[in-house]
């Protein structure tokens, strides 16, 4: 493969590009690496970009292709051209970041508590009622400090307008985070000069944020608070990143048969006995943390671990129950959210939203199958969505059932043109879409990591980024601003 | 640590050792037909019967050629102790621990088990085996001293320690025993003077043959069983294996060397006392066969000593000073 990757002749074809702009001059804090790969001899790009996927097989950060049986192992594709993010840009998502998580923290402890949001009309409460992820069991419950929310994953998309929209609230278990820190470490590897000479903001300070985040939650009379990451096990496609958090932070990483509640504590087993833990940062679904509280099925969890946390003895991140704000259908609320709790304009905008639960809403939705987005309101991973101009006629008439049997649990989107960034191919630069998930930390306070996950539709075209759906990932270049620490020094390890 | 986790660490090490020493088998044989063409098959028989599946191997491969052997040893992933799927479960074990053992000691397994992957896509069929089981040992050796280098000495270390100890003493034991035999076929011939050669390869093949040149010179049965059995410094010698996995458990346990405080400690404290004062011409003269099966059996009763001991699930009620709350 000769291809000549260079940017001279690429073309944005009308698309909102993050590097280039309408003219096809290099955006704010992108000209250093234009200029860069510009210069790069022929071939060396390709070869580094072979080198990086090497160190992915030799790390093991793969997955197993289903049913191969001489072991093939493929690994999550990574493209090594950055998205840039200019300083300024970054300040306003970050500050819309931190108002956001911090209006649906509120929204969460009042849904669980007096409902004032509900009783004034800002959410209706059939909605509420219907909420497949409303947990009872939740009623009344005090998390540590107060915080429902401890760790999100906030997904952002650029239109073609170029306004930043938020696409979704993650606030569960959002995954990801262990990408962009090792896309920063082999980008680093990588460009090594071009580091030392971007101003970007670091991002390895990751796992010191988060284990200070989890111990800041950890029950007031321990000194040396015990935390542990609790993972459903090695055949959880996030299992890697499990692992990885637990290393980079020190702590145990546990499957629920790990641990036991005895006495009112959580303890672990251990080599040597028994060990009490007092925070868990669990990567498990609320469904299946607690089989005595919730499904009881579950093989996964900790019998007895709810009523441990309800006596504040443990502590959970994130709290059981957060799911109840990131379903589709309140997100389409949540602007109205942020003025009703914070009394402020929110500052980074919802894309708008059809609520098929109104009719209204459903006749429009069902007239427009073909132009818009439809959205399953729990599911995750690009599953149980009709992107209405890639969709066919079959389709969209199954979609247009599903609504009317199951009007609550479906939202609808216009068809966005997210923006893309060049991506290498085997025939040079070409454009491909993108979205951005930042990571947001509440604890002491709330601190969003400077950039995120970008990920690509690496499929000409597709507008679904998803890993399960031939996605994949970019490392995030935000540029730092006056007073903003750089990266250029980490650069130099 | 997690019970979990060590028992993940331990069956690490072990699976590690257990490819090393298949490869070891493999190459001695190699090189003994090298030194004895016209009796090439009767190499390969004892091979599969000793450490392998012999049904299995009938059925699937009926002809115990060299060709076949090498690839129901070596890349059979239906076969449970082939390397090939040592690898593979020294793999998902260490998978599940990766945050416990150093991303080197991860990276390196997983480069192991590649390279293994990718010869076995060959079908089997490679130009110079011996090259590659040298590099299945080299493989294996780097893990060990990436491990040495780069994990804590602390529980963790030990149990991948204990692991991989006791899994070498039980393997060089099993080299010796069969090749014990195929090279004396008869009783009459234990005492008269070994072909050098032969003997040789088998020292080399548990890279003994430098150290035991040191000591002994001249190879004699005696002296060949005394240095794999009984040697107290050469490292793949049993009793060197035991007595260290031995001093592992007593740094797990904080107890003492010499006494016990549970009951795999005691086990393993006894074999090594059995081992340290053994006398060869006794062994000898009571069949070394026997005396063999009974180092196995104890090491068997070792590890499940240390399974009952450390891994297996206990109920949380049973002791209370078993809490800790630190």
């Not at chain 2, 009763?301 to 450390?310: E, K, Q, R």
Request: net charge negative.
């Amino acid at each position: 493969m000769s291809a000549n990757h260079t940017f001279f002749g690429y073309d944005s074809e009308g698309f909102h590009d993050e590097l280039f702009d309408a003219e096809g001059r290099p955006r704010d804090g992108s000209q250093l690496l234009v200029d860069c790969i510009n210069k790069l001899p022929l071939g060396v790009l390709t070869e580094r970009q072979d080198a990086i996927e090497r160190a992915l097989h030799r790390m093991g950060i793969t997955f197993a292709v289903y049913g191969d049986e001489s072991g093939t192992e493929k690994i999550f594709p990574f493209d090594v051209i950055p998205r840039i993010v200019a300083a300024a840009e970054w300040q306003r998502i970050e500050a819309g970041l931190k108002q956001r998580i911090k209006a649906l923290n509120m929204f969460i402890n009042d849904v669980y508590h007096d409902q004032n949001s509900i009783n004034d009309g800002i959410v209706p409460r059939e909605l509420l009622s219907k909420a497949t992820s409303y947990r009872e069991p939740c009623h009344g419950l005090f998390p540590p400090k107060g915080i429902w929310c401890h760790i999100t994953g906030t997904d952002l998309i650029r239109h073609g307008d170029g306004e930043i929209y938020v696409l979704e609230d993650n606030l569960r278990c959002p995954s990801g985070v262990s990408y962009v820190l090792q896309n920063r470490l082999l980008m680093k590897r990588t460009f090594p000069q071009l580091f030392a000479a971007s101003h970007i903001r670091p991002v390895i300070d990751y796992p010191t944020r988060l284990y200070e985040t989890l111990t800041y939650l950890a029950p007031d009379h321990v000194h040396e608070p015990r935390v542990v990451v609790l993972t459903p096990g090695i055949y959880n496609s996030a299992y890697y990143e499990h692992s990885f958090l637990a290393q980079q932070m020190g702590v145990e990483l546990v499957e629920g048969r790990d641990l036991v509640v005895k006495d009112g504590f959580v303890y672990m087993r251990m080599t040597d006995g028994f060990q009490r833990v007092d925070v868990i940062y669990r990567r498990i679904d609320d469904d299946f943390i607690d089989p005595e509280t919730f499904r009881s099925d579950s093989m996964l969890g900790v019998p007895g671990l709810m009523s441990v946390y309800r006596q504040g003895r443990v502590a959970l991140a994130n709290a059981p129950g957060t799911g109840v704000a990131d379903d589709k259908v309140i997100y389409a609320f949540v602007p109205d959210l942020i003025r009703y709790f914070l009394n402020e304009e929110p500052i980074l905008p919802n894309v708008p939203t059809y609520i098929c639960d109104r009719e209204e809403d459903r006749k429009y939705v069902l007239a427009n199958l073909g132009k818009l987005v439809v959205k399953a309101a729990n599911e995750a991973g690009g599953y149980g969505m009709l992107v209405g101009p890639h969709s066919t006629r079959e389709q969209q008439k199954e979609f247009a059932q599903k609504i009317i049997e199951q009007p609550r649990n479906y939202i609808a989107q216009p068809t966005l043109a997210l923006s893309r960034v060049p991506t290498m191919t085997h025939g040079g630069f070409e454009g491909r879409h993108v979205d951005l998930r930042p990571y947001i930390l509440y604890g002491k306070d709330i601190w969003v990591l400077p950039g995120g996950l970008t990920r690509v539709a690496l499929r000409k075209g597709s507008l679904v980024v998803n890993s399960s759906q031939g996605g994949g990932s970019k490392d995030t270049w935000v540029i730092a601003g006056d007073g903003d620490e750089s990266a250029s020094a980490e650069a130099a390890l | 640590m997690l019970s979990r986790v060590a028992e993940s660490i331990y069956w690490m090490a072990r699976y590690i050792e257990r490819a090393e020493n298949l490869a070891r088998f493999i190459d001695v044989t190699l090189n003994l037909i090298l030194d004895q063409p016209h009796s090439a098959h009767l190499q390969w028989v004892p091979l599969v019967s000793t450490t392998g599946d012999h049904e299995y191997f009938n059925k699937k491969y009926h002809q115990p050629t060299e060709e076949n052997v090498i690839r129901f040893l070596t890349f059979d992933r239906n076969y449970s102790s082939s390397i090939l799927s040592s690898l593979s479960m020294a793999r998902e074990n260490a998978r599940t621990v990766r945050e416990a053992i150093s991303s080197e000691a991860w990276e390196q397994i997983n480069e192991f088990y590649h390279f293994v992957c990718n010869a076995a896509r060959t079908d089997g069929k490679m130009s110079t085996p011996p090259d590659f089981f040298n590099a299945v040992k080299q493989h294996s050796q780097l893990f060990n001293g990436i491990l040495d280098a780069t994990l804590s000495h602390s529980a963790g270390w030990h149990f991948a320690n204990v692991g991989r100890l006791l899994e070498r003493a039980d393997k060089t034991s099993r080299i010796l025993d069969v090749k014990y035999y195929t090279l004396l076929p008869t009783l009459e011939d234990v005492g008269t003077t070994l072909d050098d050669l032969q003997w040789s390869s088998v020292l080399r093949s548990v890279s003994a043959f430098e150290m035991y040149r040191k000591q002994y010179h001249g190879i004699t049965i005696h002296r060949v069983v005394s240095f794999l059995m009984l040697d107290r410094s050469f490292p793949r010698s049993a009793l060197f294996c035991v007595d260290r996995a031995d001093q592992s458990l007593h740094q797990i346990s904080g107890s003492q060397l010499g006494a016990y405080c549970n009951s795999a400690e005691q086990r393993l404290g006894r074999l090594k006392a059995d081992l340290a004062f053994a006398d060869v011409n006794s062994i000898i003269n009571q069949g070394f066969h026997e005396f063999i099966d009974n180092l196995q059996d104890n090491l068997n009763g070792v590890g499940s000593a240390i399974h009952d001991t450390f891994f297996a699930m206990r109920s949380p009620g049973a002791s209370q000073s078993q809490f800790q709350t630190r």
